[in-house]
């Protein structure tokens, strides 16, 4: 088996809300279906479904690796009519991060690796 690439799918509260919160990130969306859009961002892709779980959602984490933490720090605290929360860039072993919890109560890490 060779194995190509991973997708994930992220559960939404609010479908349209999320959407324009991925486009805020710089995601390109498409539709794939009435309940399901695929967010684009060069190389990388991910699904968002109109279904919402709590729990799932709020257990869900992900890492989004971006080459600098301070540009994604800018975007991330200027994102403006989002019910979302973010805590400042944080010094780690192995990079920097940024944990960010998206409308849907998911969780990013948006880390700049050493």
């Known amino acids: 088996m060779q194995i190509d690439d991973i997708r ?14 991925y ?22 892709t991910f699904f968002l479904q109109r279904y919402y779980n709590k729990t799932f959602a709020e257990n869900l984490m992900l890492q989004l690796c971006v080459l600098n933490i301070d540009e ?6 200027n994102l403006n009519g989002f019910d979302i929360r973010f805590e400042g860039i944080k ?6 991060v940024i944990y960010l919890w998206g409308p849907s109560g998911e969780l990013w890490h948006v880390t700049e690796l050493n």
């Open 8 to 21: 994930v799918f992220i559960p939404c509260k609010n479908y349209e809300q999320s959407q324009c919160f």
């Open 91 to 96: 010094q780690e072993p192995w990079g920097s």
């Open 23 to 44: 486009k805020a990130l710089g995601f390109k969306i498409e539709d794939a279906s009435n309940d399901l859009c695929v967010c684009t961002f060069g190389e990388c």
């Open 72 to 77: 994604a720090y800018e975007l991330i605290s």
